[in-house]
C-alpha cells in the first residue's frame, strides 16, 4: 500500500522552529539586543529603512536580527510592516539646502562656500582587517558646529549663471505619484520613477549605474555635490491652517552633474541625474543619480540604446522584494507543469524514435 | 436626520464586506437580483445609493452626482464625511455616478467609457429606480448568464434599450450599471446584451 | 517599541479592500481583461500567490468556507500555509471537500469535480500577460490587446506545429474569453481549460507582483486557441490513478524507485480521497487492514 506524503503543516512549524534555533545560535553566546544593531550596524540599518521605505530604526534593526543579517528579507519585513500602516497624507517637500550637515563633498570645484566636509567616512581608510575596532577604546572624534546658512547646493549656484537646467516647476495642485498606491503605467512621471530608484535595490542600481560609465548611455557625470545630514520633515495639516514639524530624518542627496549639448530649443547646459536616500547610503544616491540622469534620455531626445535607459526594464526589475520573490517561488512545487512538460517530451522522443526506425527500415 | 456622523454602517468591515459580496455577485450573474445591506436613506440619496458608495467610493475615487442630489447639502455632508470621495460636475469625469431617477440621468455616452487600452478607467452608473421588478420585460444575454435572462425593473431612462445597445456596441469600452431599489440591487455589466421581447 | 500591530479583518485595511473590490467589479464587466490595480506587500513573498490572498482577502466574509490548493492538493506547503494565513486572520472555516466551499484559492490546478453557482475560484497567478513572452514591452502588450491584435500568439502556436508536429504549450495554454480577450489561465495544465468554459463559478485571477487582476464570470464563453488542422486536445494518461483507479482525471507521477518504477496518482487529493472512500480502489491502493486479512 503507497501512503502518500502528508504532514504540510507539522513539517512547516518543525522548519520555523529550526530557523528560530539557528537565528539564535549558540545560546552561550550573549542575544543581540536592538540598540546594538541600531548604534554599530548603523548602515545595515539604513539600508532596510531606505529600500524597505520606513523611516523607524528600531523596526529595521529588529528586521535585521529576524532575517538573521539578510538584507533583502529584512527589507521584506519592514515593507510588509510598512503596508498596513494608516496614511495620514504627505509631507512636505524636504529643504536639503536646510540640511544639518554631516559630510558634504563636491567633485566639481576645488573649494565652495560651506567647504568640502569628509565627515563619517570609508573614502581613504586602508582596508586593512583591523581586530583592535572589537574591543578597543574609540577616542572621541573632532567635530564642529554646522553652519546650514553657509553651505548652498552646487547646483543652485550654477544654477543661478544659468549653467544648470532649472529644477523643474510642479504644478502645486498635482497631486504626487505614489507608487504603492496606484499601479505603475508606463512611461512614468519623473516623481515616480524616483520613488521607484529610491526604493530600489542598491546592488541593481549600482551595476546599471556602473554600465553606464563603461559606455552603455554615457553621460559625461560629475558629482557636483553628495550631502548627508538631517532635515525637517513637515506635514501640512489643512484642519489646523499651518505646517506642523514631524522630527528630523537623515538622508543622503547626490546631485550628480551631466553634460548635454543643448538642442534647437535649450541652450547648452549642464543636466541633472538625481540621488535621495534615508540614512546614510552614499552608494545607493550615486547610482540612484546616474540611473535617473540616464533614464532621463527620452526628456532630452536622447538615443535609447542602453538598459540603463530603457524604463520600462529598469523598474520593472529594481524592486528586490518583486524580484526576490518571484526568483525564490520556483522552489515551490511545480509538479503539475513538469507532469505536463514530461508527457510531452515523452510523445515527442517517441515520434523521433519511430521516425528514426521507420528511416532505418526504408 | 441630525448629524452628518449618521448613515454609516454600524460595523463597517463586515456590513461592507457582505454588501460588496451582494454587488459582485450582482454583476457576476446580470440583471439577478441581490439583497443588498442598507444604512438609511440620506436627504435625496436612496439608502440603497448610500449604501452603494459607503461601500466603494473613497478618497480615489471621484463621484458624480445628478442636480437634485448635489443640490442636497445633506447629501454632500454624508458623501463627504463617510467617503472623502471629491464630488465631480462634469459626468466624463466620474468614476461613480449616482442618480436618484433615471429623469435626472445623462446619456452614457456623456460618462466615462474608459479607452481602448483601459477600458476599465470608466464610470460605473448606480441608478435608484421605483422597483426592481414589474416593469417592461427585457430580455438578457452575455456572460454570466446561462443561454438568456429576463429582468423587468421599473423607472429606466426611456431609450434605455437603445442607448444600452450604443454602450455595448463600444466593448471592451462603456458604462457599467448598478440599478437599487428596495434594499436589493442589480448589476448590468457593459458586457450584456439586452434586447426588448419576452 | 511597539511593533506589534493590531490585524484587521483579512489582514488588509479597509481602503485597500475597496481599491480591491473595484478592480474585481471592473474585470467582472470586462471578462478576460487584465485590470491594473495597486497591489499591496503581503507577509508573504511576491511569487507565492500575493495576488489571489489580496483577492481573497477582498471578497472572503466569515460566512465562508475557504479551501486552498497547490497542485491540486490540499496538504502542499504553501497550501497549509495560505490557510492557515486566513484562519488566523479571517478566522474563517476551511475545508478540503470541494463541494463544502464557498472560496477555493488555487495555485496551478482547477478541482476535478465540477464547480457550482455560487462558488468562486481565485487563482493565483505568476505572469498574467499571454502575449508576454512574444513581448516582454506592457506598453506594446497592452496595444496589441487595445487593437485585439492576437496574430503574434498564432504565429507563436504554430511555429510549434511546425517544428515538432503539435502545440508544444502544455500549461497555461492561451484562452480566448467570450471571442475579445486572449487570456493567461494562469499555469495551469492544459488539461483543466475545457473546465473554464461556462462554468457555474465565477473565476477570479490575481497577480499580486505583477498588478494585475482578471476574471471570467459564470457562465462565459472560454475557448483555448487552435488550428482547424491542429484542434486544441487535453493530455491523456495511460494508466489511472494507482490510489483510487481514477481515468480522466490529471495525475501526478510518483518515481517508486531508483530502476523507472513509477506510478500515477490523482493530483486532485480531496477528489481521489472521496472516491476511495466511496470504495473505488486502485492497483496500490488497497486498504492496509483488507490487504493483512
Known amino acids: 500500500m503507497y501512503v502518500a506524503v502528508k504532514g504540510g503543516e507539522a513539517a512547516i512549524a518543525n522548519a520555523h522552529a529550526l530557523l528560530a534555533d539557528r537565528r539564535r545560535g549558540d545560546r552561550a553566546v550573549p542575544a543581540l539586543r536592538i540598540d546594538q544593531i541600531v548604534e554599530q550596524l548603523g548602515l545595515a540599518v539604513d539600508r532596510a529603512m531606505g529600500e524597505g521605505s520606513l523611516y523607524d530604526k528600531e523596526l529595521a534593526a529588529l528586521a535585521l536580527v529576524q532575517a538573521r543579517g539578510d ?292 | 436626520m441630525d448629524s452628518v456622523l449618521d448613515g454609516g454602517f454600524a460595523e463597517p468591515v463586515m456590513q461592507s464586506q457582505t454588501a460588496f459580496r451582494a454587488i459582485m455577485d450582482a454583476l457576476a450573474n446580470p440583471g439577478t437580483i441581490r439583497d443588498l445591506v442598507t444604512s438609511k436613506p440620506i436627504g435625496g440619496l436612496s439608502a440603497e445609493l448610500a449604501s452603494v458608495m459607503l461601500i466603494l467610493a473613497d478618497h480615489d475615487t471621484s463621484i458624480w452626482l445628478d442636480d437634485a442630489l448635489r443640490g442636497d447639502a445633506a447629501v454632500l455632508e454624508f458623501l463627504s464625511f463617510h467617503t472623502g470621495a471629491p464630488v465631480v460636475r462634469a459626468p466624463g469625469a466620474a468614476v461613480f455616478a449616482g442618480a436618484s431617477s433615471a429623469s435626472q440621468l445623462p446619456a452614457f455616452a456623456q460618462f466615462n467609457l474608459g479607452t481602448q487600452e483601459y477600458p476599465d478607467r470608466s464610470t460605473t452608473i448606480v441608478l435608484a429606480v421605483p422597483a426592481l421588478s414589474g416593469g417592461e420585460t427585457l430580455i438578457t444575454r452575455g456572460p454570466g448568464i446561462k443561454g438568456h435572462g429576463h429582468i423587468n425593473p421599473v423607472g429606466l431612462p426611456k431609450d434605455f434599450v437603445v442607448q444600452w445597445a450604443d454602450n455595448r456596441e463600444l466593448f471592451p469600452r462603456g458604462i457599467d450599471l448598478l440599478l437599487a431599489a428596495d434594499g436589493q440591487v442589480m448589476g448590468l455589466p457593459r458586457s450584456t446584451r439586452i434586447s426588448e421581447g419576452h | 517599541m511597539n511593533a506589534v500591530a493590531q490585524y484587521n479583518f483579512a489582514y488588509l485595511d479597509e481602503q485597500t479592500k475597496r481599491m480591491i473590490r473595484r478592480a474585481i467589479l471592473k474585470a467582472i464587466a470586462i471578462p478576460g481583461y487584465q485590470v491594473p490595480f495597486s497591489s499591496r506587500e503581503m507577509p508573504m513573498p511576491y511569487g507565492w500567490g500575493t495576488g489571489g490572498v489580496q483577492v481573497t482577502a477582498s471578497i472572503i466574509g466569515p460566512q465562508d468556507v475557504l479551501k486552498v490548493i497547490d497542485q491540486g492538493a490540499d496538504d502542499t506547503t504553501n497550501a497549509v500555509s495560505i490557510r492557515a494565513f486566513f484562519a488566523k486572520v479571517a478566522q474563517v472555516e476551511t475545508t478540503t471537500h470541494t463541494a463544502e466551499a464557498t472560496i477555493i484559492q488555487t495555485r496551478h490546478r482547477i478541482p476535478e469535480k465540477a464547480l457550482g453557482q455560487g462558488q468562486i475560484l481565485v487563482y493565483q497567478v505568476p505572469i498574467p500577460e499571454p502575449l508576454r513572452f512574444l513581448e516582454p514591452r506592457e506598453t506594446e502588450t497592452r496595444k496589441m490587446h487595445a487593437l485585439e491584435e492576437y496574430g503574434l500568439m498564432h504565429v507563436k502556436l504554430y511555429e510549434d506545429i511546425a517544428r515538432h508536429g503539435r502545440i508544444a504549450t502544455t500549461y497555461a495554454y492561451p484562452v480566448k474569453v467570450e471571442g475579445r480577450y486572449v487570456m493567461d489561465p494562469s499555469p ?57 483507479g481514477a481515468s480522466q482525471v490529471y495525475l501526478d507521477e510518483v518515481i517508486l524507485d531508483d530502476r523507472g518504477g513509477h506510478m500515477y496518482v490523482c493530483s486532485d487529493t480531496d477528489n481521489c480521497e472521496e472516491r476511495r472512500a466511496a470504495g473505488h480502489v486502485g492497483a496500490l491502493g488497497a486498504d492496509p487492514m483488507e490487504a493483512a486479512e
Open chain 3, 188 to 244: 495551469t495544465p492544459k488539461f483543466d481549460n475545457p473546465k473554464m468554459h461556462m462554468s457555474e463559478a465565477l473565476q477570479l485571477f490575481g497577480a499580486g507582483r505583477e498588478h494585475r487582476i482578471y476574471a471570467v464570470p459564470p457562465h462565459t464563453e472560454v475557448v483555448s486557441l487552435d488550428f482547424e488542422d491542429h484542434p486544441f486536445e487535453i493530455q491523456h494518461f495511460e494508466e489511472p490513478c494507482a490510489l483510487c
Open chain 1, 71 to 362: 538584507l533583502i528579507e529584512a527589507i521584506f519585513l519592514v515593507r510588509a510592516y510598512r503596508t498596513t500602516l494608516p496614511r495620514f497624507g504627505y509631507s512636505q517637500p524636504i529643504e536639503t539646502g536646510e540640511m544639518l550637515i554631516e559630510r558634504r563633498i563636491s567633485a566639481t570645484f576645488k573649494d565652495l562656500p560651506g567647504g568640502q566636509m569628509l565627515g563619517p567616512t570609508f573614502d581613504y581608510t586602508h582596508r586593512l582587517l583591523d581586530p583592535s575596532i572589537v574591543d578597543g577604546a574609540v577616542p572621541e572624534p573632532v567635530t564642529r558646529e554646522a553652519d546650514t546658512a553657509q553651505a548652498p547646493r552646487v547646483t543652485d549656484m550654477l544654477g543661478r549663471q544659468g549653467l544648470m537646467e532649472p529644477d523643474g516647476e510642479t504644478d502645486p495642485d498635482r497631486e504626487v505619484g505614489d507608487l504603492t498606491r496606484e499601479p505603475l503605467d508606463f512611461p512614468l512621471d519623473r516623481d515616480l520613477r524616483l520613488q521607484a530608484l529610491a526604493r530600489g535595490d542598491e546592488g541593481f542600481l549600482l551595476a546599471l549605474g556602473y554600465s553606464t560609465q563603461r559606455g552603455y548611455g554615457r553621460s559625461h557625470p560629475f558629482v557636483g555635490e553628495i550631502r548627508i545630514g538631517e532635515v525637517d520633515v513637515e506635514f501640512d495639516v489643512p484642519e489646523l491652517g499651518f505646517t506642523v514639524n514631524l522630527g528630523r530624518v537623515r538622508v543622503t542627496e547626490c546631485q550628480m552633474v551631466n553634460q548635454f549639448k543643448g538642442s534647437a530649443k535649450v541652450p547648452p547646459q549642464f543636466t541633472r541625474g538625481y540621488g535621495l536616500v534615508f540614512g546614510q547610503a552614499e552608494r545607493k544616491a550615486m547610482a540612484m543619480s546616474l540611473v535617473d540622469r540616464a533614464l532621463r534620455a527620452r526628456e532630452f531626445g536622447e538615443d535609447i540604446v542602453a538598459p540603463a535607459q530603457d524604463e520600462e526594464f529598469v523598474i520593472s526589475h529594481s524592486d528586490n522584494v518583486q524580484a526576490t520573490g518571484f526568483v525564490e517561488h520556483l522552489k515551490l512545487p511545480h509538479y503539475v507543469d513538469f507532469q505536463a512538460e514530461l508527457d510531452l517530451i515523452r510523445r515527442m522522443r517517441a515520434d523521433h524514435d519511430a521516425a528514426e526506425m521507420q528511416e532505418a527500415a526504408e
